[in-house]
């Protein structure tokens, strides 16, 4: 783990904000990339970053890791309404520097005999997954992307990997939610990773016979608010089946049916 001033290399727009019935609206999601050779040699896919967001923000912010190549590393965040770290963050350019700490938390683990991977990614959440879905088609492995979002705008994925659209309002591929496409493409799948929005992991524990997950392994990335990144402030804690747990030091991620969903307060 090092924390060092990286050069920002390129900070760009890459997709369009929308609003949000339940959630917060997002103005937008920019692609973020950062010259840091020693941290862009260990990441491994599922670790972030702990960001410093200038100085009117007291905590640095988390953000996955989108790419490692090189000596480069990329972040992929969305603009959050009134998010006073994101939207620092969407106003430096390039040329600059930013204070980041990492590779920080456990990442992904795929097991060595998975040949067949679901990989079902939420909004934003297709950060992580990005960096993990090149990663095992590197490594020979057939890569199912299934990849839900409110309308047509999303993130370009390479064609290497498989990707099944899904959107909320049916402009692209199929009309509704990742989970009403699992059923489907989990059979075939001997492990399945995700990262979205709160109320698909819920869905995902609570409708798992359902959703045929069930005796599947399932790891997700679990989104919380961080305090110091490290394991010093406990802010990040959640209740697991094996007692509690540190979000920025134990995950952050973790088996689906590890978390006690109904103690979670989020
Ligand atoms: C492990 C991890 C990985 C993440 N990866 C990404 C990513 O790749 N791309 C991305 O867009 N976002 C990611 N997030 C969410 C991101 O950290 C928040 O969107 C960001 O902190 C918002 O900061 P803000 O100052 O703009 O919002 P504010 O609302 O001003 O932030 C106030 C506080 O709430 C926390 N916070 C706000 N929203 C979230 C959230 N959704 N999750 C966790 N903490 C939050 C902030 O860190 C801060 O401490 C990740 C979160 C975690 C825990
Ligand atoms: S964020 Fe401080 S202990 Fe996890």
């Not at 659209?165 to 692209?172: I, K, L, M, Q």
């Amino acid at each position: 783990m090092k924390l060092i001033d990286a050069e920002i290399l390129e900070n760009r727009q890459v997709l369009p904000g929308h609003k949000h019935i339940h959630a917060r609206g997002i103005l937008g999601s920019w692609l973020f990339r950062l010259n840091c050779p020693d941290i862009a040699r260990e990441a491994r896919p599922g670790q972030f970053l702990m960001v410093r967001c200038g100085p009117e923000t007291t905590l640095p912010r988390p953000f996955s890791i989108h790419q490692a190549e090189g000596d480069d590393i990329a972040l992929l965040y969305a603009v959050r309404e009134n998010g006073r770290g994101t939207e620092w963050l969407s106003r430096q350019k390039a040329g600059t520097s930013v204070s980041i700490l990492g590779p920080l938390g456990n990442g992904f683990a795929i097991d060595p005999k998975a040949r067949n991977l679901l990989l079902v990614a939420g909004g934003i959440g297709i950060a992580p997954l990005y960096f993990l879905a090149r990663q095992a088609v590197k490594d020979k492995r057939k890569v199912t992307l299934l990849y839900g979002t409110m309308d047509g705008n999303r993130y370009p994925v390479s064609p290497e990997i498989d990707v099944v659209v899904v959107t909320e309002d049916g402009s692209v591929g199929d009309k509704g939610f990742v989970t009403d496409l699992m059923p489907r493409l989990v059979r075939r799948a001997e492990q399945v990773f995700a990262c979205g929005p709160m109320p698909m992991y819920r869905a995902m524990f609570n409708r798992q016979s359902q959703l045929k997950l069930k005796g599947k392994p399932v790891q997700i990335s679990l989104e919380v608010r961080m305090g110091c990144g490290v394991g010093v402030c406990y802010g990040c804690t959640v209740k697991t089946k094996s007692g509690l747990k540190q979000v920025c030091k134990d995950g952050p991620i973790f088996e689906l049916d590890e978390i006690l969903w109904d103690e979670l307060n989020l």
